[in-house]
Protein backbone atom coordinates (compact mmCIF):
# COMPACT_ATOMS: atom_id res chain seq x y z
CA UNK A 1 0.00 0.00 0.00
CA UNK A 2 1.41 3.42 -1.04
CA UNK A 3 2.26 6.48 1.83
CA UNK A 4 -0.93 8.15 0.41
CA UNK A 5 -3.64 5.62 1.64
CA UNK A 6 -1.71 4.78 4.96
CA UNK A 7 -1.95 8.30 5.94
CA UNK A 8 -5.30 8.26 4.88
CA UNK A 9 -5.88 5.13 7.34
CA UNK A 10 -4.01 7.03 10.04
CA UNK A 11 -6.01 9.97 9.47
CA UNK A 12 -9.41 7.91 9.87
CA UNK A 13 -7.58 5.81 13.23
CA UNK A 14 -7.30 9.23 14.51
CA UNK A 15 -11.04 10.71 13.51
CA UNK A 16 -12.09 7.58 15.53
CA UNK A 17 -10.49 8.41 18.70
CA UNK A 18 -7.90 5.18 18.04
CA UNK A 19 -5.16 4.46 20.48
CA UNK A 20 -1.25 5.34 19.49
CA UNK A 21 -0.63 1.72 20.05
CA UNK A 22 -3.28 -0.25 17.32
CA UNK A 23 -1.93 2.54 14.92
CA UNK A 24 1.56 1.53 15.63
CA UNK A 25 0.28 -1.81 15.35
CA UNK A 26 -1.72 -1.27 12.14
CA UNK A 27 1.76 0.41 10.47
CA UNK A 28 4.02 -2.55 11.37
CA UNK A 29 1.75 -5.12 9.63
CA UNK A 30 2.45 -3.47 6.48
CA UNK A 31 6.84 -4.31 7.20
CA UNK A 32 7.39 -0.27 7.64
CA UNK A 33 10.45 0.77 8.90
CA UNK A 34 10.33 3.18 12.72
CA UNK A 35 11.42 5.90 10.46
CA UNK A 36 8.76 5.33 7.61
CA UNK A 37 6.04 4.70 9.96
CA UNK A 38 7.26 7.93 12.31
CA UNK A 39 6.86 10.00 8.70
CA UNK A 40 3.17 8.50 8.08
CA UNK A 41 2.25 9.30 11.56
CA UNK A 42 3.36 12.91 11.19
CA UNK A 43 1.48 13.30 8.25
CA UNK A 44 -1.62 12.12 9.11
CA UNK A 45 -0.94 14.24 12.27
CA UNK A 46 -0.41 17.03 10.70
CA UNK A 47 -3.64 16.26 8.47
CA UNK A 48 -5.74 15.48 11.63
CA UNK A 49 -4.69 19.14 13.52
CA UNK A 50 -6.14 20.48 10.69
CA UNK A 51 -9.11 18.76 9.97
CA UNK A 52 -10.10 19.60 14.25
CA UNK A 53 -8.93 23.27 13.24
CA UNK A 54 -11.90 23.42 10.29
CA UNK A 55 -13.89 21.58 12.04
CA UNK A 56 -14.07 23.82 14.99
CA UNK A 57 -14.01 26.92 12.95
CA UNK A 58 -17.35 25.47 11.88
CA UNK A 59 -19.01 24.14 14.50
CA UNK A 60 -18.11 26.81 17.16
CA UNK A 61 -19.39 29.48 14.78
CA UNK A 62 -22.60 27.63 14.61
CA UNK A 63 -23.09 27.38 17.96
CA UNK A 64 -22.55 30.96 18.53
CA UNK A 65 -25.56 31.60 16.14
CA UNK A 66 -27.28 28.64 17.98
CA UNK A 67 -26.85 30.74 20.98
CA UNK A 68 -28.17 33.93 19.71
CA UNK A 69 -30.83 32.56 18.07
CA UNK A 70 -32.19 30.79 21.63
CA UNK A 71 -31.48 34.33 22.90
CA UNK A 72 -33.54 36.41 20.67
CA UNK A 73 -36.22 32.98 20.42
CA UNK A 74 -36.43 32.70 24.35
CA UNK A 75 -36.96 36.14 24.52
CA UNK A 76 -39.23 36.77 22.28
CA UNK A 77 -41.29 33.37 23.76
CA UNK A 78 -40.94 34.97 27.55
CA UNK A 79 -41.28 38.40 27.43
CA UNK A 80 -43.44 39.27 24.60
CA UNK A 81 -45.60 36.14 23.01
CA UNK A 82 -46.76 34.41 26.61
CA UNK A 83 -47.11 37.89 28.19
CA UNK A 84 -50.27 37.61 25.51
CA UNK A 85 -51.76 34.34 26.35
CA UNK A 86 -53.49 35.75 30.11
CA UNK A 87 -51.36 32.61 31.81
CA UNK A 88 -52.19 33.08 35.46
CA UNK A 89 -51.17 29.45 36.52
CA UNK A 90 -47.61 28.08 37.62
CA UNK A 91 -46.42 31.33 36.57
CA UNK A 92 -43.73 31.24 39.14
CA UNK A 93 -42.44 27.79 37.34
CA UNK A 94 -42.70 29.39 33.77
CA UNK A 95 -40.55 32.24 34.89
CA UNK A 96 -38.24 30.05 36.59
CA UNK A 97 -37.63 27.79 33.35
CA UNK A 98 -37.73 31.04 31.18
CA UNK A 99 -34.52 32.77 33.68
CA UNK A 100 -32.68 29.71 33.52
CA UNK A 101 -32.84 28.79 29.90
CA UNK A 102 -32.29 32.59 28.35
CA UNK A 103 -29.12 32.54 31.32
CA UNK A 104 -28.10 29.54 29.16
CA UNK A 105 -28.40 30.98 25.65
CA UNK A 106 -26.75 33.98 26.86
CA UNK A 107 -23.44 31.66 28.56
CA UNK A 108 -23.78 29.53 25.85
CA UNK A 109 -22.70 32.29 23.46
CA UNK A 110 -20.29 33.75 25.19
CA UNK A 111 -18.25 30.56 25.39
CA UNK A 112 -18.37 30.49 21.74
CA UNK A 113 -18.15 33.99 20.85
CA UNK A 114 -15.00 33.99 18.46
CA UNK A 115 -14.29 31.02 19.16
CA UNK A 116 -13.43 29.97 15.49
CA UNK A 117 -10.80 32.14 14.65
CA UNK A 118 -7.64 30.34 14.62
CA UNK A 119 -5.57 32.41 16.57
CA UNK A 120 -8.20 31.29 19.64
CA UNK A 121 -8.11 27.67 19.06
CA UNK A 122 -5.54 25.78 21.21
CA UNK A 123 -2.92 23.65 19.42
CA UNK A 124 -3.31 20.84 20.74
CA UNK A 125 -7.11 21.32 20.63
CA UNK A 126 -9.14 18.67 20.57
CA UNK A 127 -12.98 17.77 19.08
CA UNK A 128 -14.12 16.40 22.47
CA UNK A 129 -16.32 19.09 24.23
CA UNK A 130 -15.40 19.35 28.39
CA UNK A 131 -19.53 19.23 29.40
CA UNK A 132 -18.07 18.80 32.78
CA UNK A 133 -16.33 22.11 32.58
CA UNK A 134 -19.05 24.06 31.11
CA UNK A 135 -21.67 23.94 33.58
CA UNK A 136 -19.01 23.82 36.36
CA UNK A 137 -18.45 27.44 35.52
CA UNK A 138 -22.28 28.05 34.31
CA UNK A 139 -23.65 27.70 37.81
CA UNK A 140 -22.17 30.20 39.77
CA UNK A 141 -21.89 32.72 36.71
CA UNK A 142 -25.66 32.24 35.99
CA UNK A 143 -26.84 32.41 39.71
CA UNK A 144 -27.36 36.71 39.54
CA UNK A 145 -28.58 36.99 36.04
CA UNK A 146 -30.82 33.89 35.95
CA UNK A 147 -32.29 35.70 39.60
CA UNK A 148 -33.01 39.07 37.89
CA UNK A 149 -34.19 37.34 34.77
CA UNK A 150 -36.51 35.69 36.81
CA UNK A 151 -37.89 38.82 38.36
CA UNK A 152 -38.57 40.21 35.10
CA UNK A 153 -40.08 37.52 33.35
CA UNK A 154 -42.62 36.85 36.20
CA UNK A 155 -43.64 40.69 35.64
CA UNK A 156 -44.38 40.79 32.15
CA UNK A 157 -46.50 37.81 32.44
CA UNK A 158 -47.87 39.15 35.29
CA UNK A 159 -48.56 42.71 33.71
CA UNK A 160 -49.44 40.87 30.28
CA UNK A 161 -52.25 38.71 31.80
CA UNK A 162 -54.11 41.83 33.81
CA UNK A 163 -53.62 43.72 30.57
CA UNK A 164 -55.30 40.89 28.77
CA UNK A 165 -57.59 40.62 31.26
CA UNK A 166 -58.94 44.76 30.98
CA UNK A 167 -58.91 44.01 27.51
CA UNK A 168 -61.05 41.60 27.11
CA UNK A 169 -62.90 41.57 30.34
CA UNK A 170 -66.82 40.54 30.69
CA UNK A 171 -68.47 41.60 33.97
CA UNK A 172 -70.25 38.64 36.35
CA UNK A 173 -70.70 38.11 39.96
CA UNK A 174 -69.38 35.03 41.56
CA UNK A 175 -70.02 32.82 44.86
CA UNK A 176 -67.21 32.33 47.57
CA UNK A 177 -67.81 28.42 48.16
CA UNK A 178 -64.93 28.24 50.56
CA UNK A 179 -61.90 29.35 52.51
CA UNK A 180 -58.70 28.88 54.77
CA UNK A 181 -56.47 30.87 56.87
CA UNK A 182 -53.30 29.72 58.08
CA UNK A 183 -50.49 30.66 60.95
CA UNK A 184 -47.07 29.65 61.02
CA UNK A 185 -44.06 30.20 62.38
CA UNK A 186 -40.15 30.06 61.19
CA UNK A 187 -37.77 28.61 63.33
CA UNK A 188 -37.43 32.40 64.86
CA UNK A 189 -40.50 32.55 66.48
CA UNK A 190 -41.47 34.65 63.44
CA UNK A 191 -45.38 34.54 62.80
CA UNK A 192 -46.17 34.76 59.21
CA UNK A 193 -50.12 34.60 57.69
CA UNK A 194 -51.59 33.08 54.31
CA UNK A 195 -55.13 33.21 53.67
CA UNK A 196 -57.34 31.82 50.42
CA UNK A 197 -60.60 31.74 49.27
CA UNK A 198 -62.60 29.49 46.87
CA UNK A 199 -64.41 31.23 44.12
CA UNK A 200 -66.78 29.82 41.50
CA UNK A 201 -68.84 31.61 38.36
CA UNK A 202 -70.41 30.89 35.50
CA UNK A 203 -69.15 31.75 32.15
CA UNK A 204 -71.35 34.34 30.12
CA UNK A 205 -69.99 32.42 26.18
CA UNK A 206 -72.43 30.23 25.03
CA UNK A 207 -70.31 26.97 26.80
CA UNK A 208 -71.58 28.18 30.17
CA UNK A 209 -68.59 27.00 31.86
CA UNK A 210 -68.39 26.65 35.78
CA UNK A 211 -65.08 27.87 36.68
CA UNK A 212 -63.80 27.01 40.41
CA UNK A 213 -60.50 28.23 41.34
CA UNK A 214 -58.67 29.25 44.76
CA UNK A 215 -57.05 32.51 44.75
CA UNK A 216 -54.48 33.49 47.47
CA UNK A 217 -55.47 37.20 49.60
CA UNK A 218 -54.71 39.14 51.90
CA UNK A 219 -54.55 37.83 55.68
CA UNK A 220 -56.16 40.72 56.85
CA UNK A 221 -59.26 40.67 54.00
CA UNK A 222 -59.76 37.14 55.01
CA UNK A 223 -62.50 38.35 57.51
CA UNK A 224 -64.39 40.12 54.95
CA UNK A 225 -65.50 36.96 52.87
CA UNK A 226 -67.81 34.58 53.88
CA UNK A 227 -69.05 31.59 52.45
CA UNK A 228 -72.25 31.78 49.98
CA UNK A 229 -71.30 35.65 49.52
CA UNK A 230 -71.76 36.97 46.10
CA UNK A 231 -68.98 38.75 44.50
CA UNK A 232 -68.59 40.95 41.87
CA UNK A 233 -65.45 40.12 39.78
CA UNK A 234 -64.11 40.42 35.45
CA UNK A 235 -62.60 37.60 33.85
CA UNK A 236 -61.16 36.90 30.79
CA UNK A 237 -62.68 36.10 27.62
CA UNK A 238 -59.41 34.21 26.50
CA UNK A 239 -58.52 32.15 29.68
CA UNK A 240 -62.02 32.86 32.41
CA UNK A 241 -59.55 30.99 35.10
CA UNK A 242 -57.99 34.64 34.48
CA UNK A 243 -60.24 36.73 37.12
CA UNK A 244 -60.20 39.67 39.74
CA UNK A 245 -62.04 40.42 42.04
CA UNK A 246 -63.24 43.91 42.15
CA UNK A 247 -62.65 44.16 46.35
CA UNK A 248 -61.11 47.58 46.18
CA UNK A 249 -61.74 50.85 45.18
CA UNK A 250 -58.15 51.14 43.73
CA UNK A 251 -58.50 48.25 41.29
CA UNK A 252 -61.77 49.02 40.30
CA UNK A 253 -60.42 53.18 39.54
CA UNK A 254 -57.71 51.24 37.25
CA UNK A 255 -59.53 49.11 35.71
CA UNK A 256 -62.87 51.14 34.84
CA UNK A 257 -61.47 54.73 34.60
CA UNK A 258 -63.73 55.65 37.24
CA UNK A 259 -63.69 57.88 40.33
CA UNK A 260 -65.22 55.10 42.70
CA UNK A 261 -66.43 57.97 44.78
CA UNK A 262 -70.08 58.54 46.82
CA UNK A 263 -72.70 60.34 44.90
CA UNK A 264 -73.48 63.44 46.10
CA UNK A 265 -75.88 66.57 45.96
CA UNK A 266 -73.99 68.17 43.21
CA UNK A 267 -74.44 64.64 40.96
CA UNK A 268 -77.56 64.64 41.77
CA UNK A 269 -78.95 68.32 41.10
CA UNK A 270 -77.27 68.01 37.68
CA UNK A 271 -79.05 65.06 36.79
CA UNK A 272 -82.02 66.80 36.72
CA UNK A 273 -81.20 68.33 33.57
CA UNK A 274 -79.77 65.16 31.93
CA UNK A 275 -81.55 62.36 29.86
CA UNK A 276 -81.05 58.97 30.73
CA UNK A 277 -78.27 57.97 28.67
CA UNK A 278 -76.32 61.42 29.90
CA UNK A 279 -77.06 60.18 33.42
CA UNK A 280 -75.98 56.45 33.02
CA UNK A 281 -72.49 57.87 31.36
CA UNK A 282 -72.11 60.10 34.49
CA UNK A 283 -73.06 57.49 37.05
CA UNK A 284 -70.50 55.30 35.61
CA UNK A 285 -67.49 57.51 35.64
CA UNK A 286 -68.28 58.59 39.21
CA UNK A 287 -68.30 54.78 40.40
CA UNK A 288 -68.48 50.96 39.20
CA UNK A 289 -71.79 48.92 39.03
CA UNK A 290 -74.28 50.95 37.74
CA UNK A 291 -77.47 49.91 35.50
CA UNK A 292 -80.33 50.92 34.26
CA UNK A 293 -83.24 49.45 35.00
CA UNK A 294 -86.16 50.24 32.02
CA UNK A 295 -88.89 49.27 33.78
CA UNK A 296 -88.74 51.17 36.97
CA UNK A 297 -86.73 54.08 35.17
CA UNK A 298 -84.44 53.55 37.63
CA UNK A 299 -80.10 53.15 38.10
CA UNK A 300 -79.40 50.22 40.43
CA UNK A 301 -75.76 49.72 41.96
CA UNK A 302 -76.52 46.22 43.95
CA UNK A 303 -72.52 46.67 45.05
CA UNK A 304 -72.67 49.97 46.88
CA UNK A 305 -76.78 49.16 47.46
CA UNK A 306 -77.91 52.08 46.12
CA UNK A 307 -81.15 53.26 43.90
CA UNK A 308 -81.58 56.41 41.90
CA UNK A 309 -85.23 56.82 40.44
CA UNK A 310 -85.79 59.72 37.61
CA UNK A 311 -89.57 60.30 38.43
CA UNK A 312 -91.08 63.11 36.02
CA UNK A 313 -89.16 66.52 37.54
CA UNK A 314 -87.99 64.65 40.48
CA UNK A 315 -85.10 62.19 41.64
CA UNK A 316 -85.27 59.96 44.04
CA UNK A 317 -81.92 59.02 45.98
CA UNK A 318 -81.97 55.57 48.28
CA UNK A 319 -78.51 55.06 49.63
CA UNK A 320 -76.68 52.43 51.45
CA UNK A 321 -77.86 52.34 55.11
CA UNK A 322 -76.23 54.10 57.13
CA UNK A 323 -74.89 56.72 54.60
CA UNK A 324 -77.16 59.12 56.16
CA UNK A 325 -74.91 60.78 58.19
CA UNK A 326 -72.20 61.25 55.48
CA UNK A 327 -74.99 62.65 53.21
CA UNK A 328 -76.25 65.08 55.99
CA UNK A 329 -72.99 66.23 57.00
CA UNK A 330 -72.11 67.08 52.80
CA UNK A 331 -75.44 69.12 52.93
CA UNK A 332 -74.41 71.36 55.68
CA UNK A 333 -70.99 71.71 54.47
CA UNK A 334 -71.60 72.69 50.85
CA UNK A 335 -73.73 75.91 50.91
CA UNK A 336 -77.39 73.76 51.12
CA UNK A 337 -79.00 76.25 53.49
CA UNK A 338 -81.81 74.49 55.92
CA UNK A 339 -85.26 75.41 55.30
CA UNK A 340 -87.31 75.86 58.21
CA UNK A 341 -90.74 74.74 56.83
CA UNK A 342 -92.55 72.24 58.21
CA UNK A 343 -93.87 69.48 55.50
CA UNK A 344 -95.57 66.54 56.41
CA UNK A 345 -93.52 63.09 55.62
CA UNK A 346 -90.15 65.67 55.39
CA UNK A 347 -87.78 65.36 58.22
CA UNK A 348 -85.20 67.82 57.06
CA UNK A 349 -85.53 70.21 54.28
CA UNK A 350 -82.24 71.86 51.92
CA UNK A 351 -81.73 74.85 49.26
CA UNK A 352 -79.06 75.92 47.09
CA UNK A 353 -79.41 77.98 44.55
CA UNK A 354 -82.84 76.84 42.62
CA UNK A 355 -82.11 73.55 44.14
CA UNK A 356 -84.16 71.35 46.53
CA UNK A 357 -83.14 68.72 48.89
CA UNK A 358 -85.83 66.84 50.95
CA UNK A 359 -84.59 63.83 53.42
CA UNK A 360 -87.83 61.71 53.53
CA UNK A 361 -87.96 57.85 55.23
CA UNK A 362 -89.56 54.66 54.69
CA UNK A 363 -90.75 51.81 57.02
CA UNK A 364 -90.07 48.45 55.70
CA UNK A 365 -90.99 46.20 58.56
CA UNK A 366 -89.39 46.72 61.79
CA UNK A 367 -86.33 49.07 59.38
CA UNK A 368 -86.18 52.70 58.41
CA UNK A 369 -84.83 53.67 54.86
CA UNK A 370 -84.01 57.39 54.39
CA UNK A 371 -83.95 58.44 51.36
CA UNK A 372 -83.70 62.10 49.43
CA UNK A 373 -85.99 63.98 46.70
CA UNK A 374 -84.36 66.33 44.74
CA UNK A 375 -86.24 68.86 42.75
CA UNK A 376 -86.03 72.47 41.26
CA UNK A 377 -87.61 74.97 42.99
CA UNK A 378 -89.56 78.36 40.96
Request: a positive charge; aromatic letters at 16%.
Amino acid sequence: MDNDKLIEKVFEMLKKNELSYRIDNSLKAYNLTTSEISIIREEATRKYKYYVVETLKKRNKICFYIGVGLIVLVSILFFFYLPTTSIVDNVTLISIFGAVLLSFSIYFSYVFYNSWYPENISENATLDFDLGGFFSFFVPLAFIPSFIFFFLIQNRIENGAKKTLIETKVETVGVITSGAFYESRSLKGRRSNDAEITVKFITKDKDKRTIKKTIEIMPNEFNNYYKGQKVNLIYSSVNPYNFMLLNSDEEVRAIFKTEERAIVFDDLTAFLEKNQKQISEKLNTISYGWNYDSNKNSWINSSRESLIMKKDSDILFFPRKGMEMFLDNYLRKNQYVKVNEDIPGVIDCYEKSNFRVEKMSLRQGTEIQFFYRIYKVN
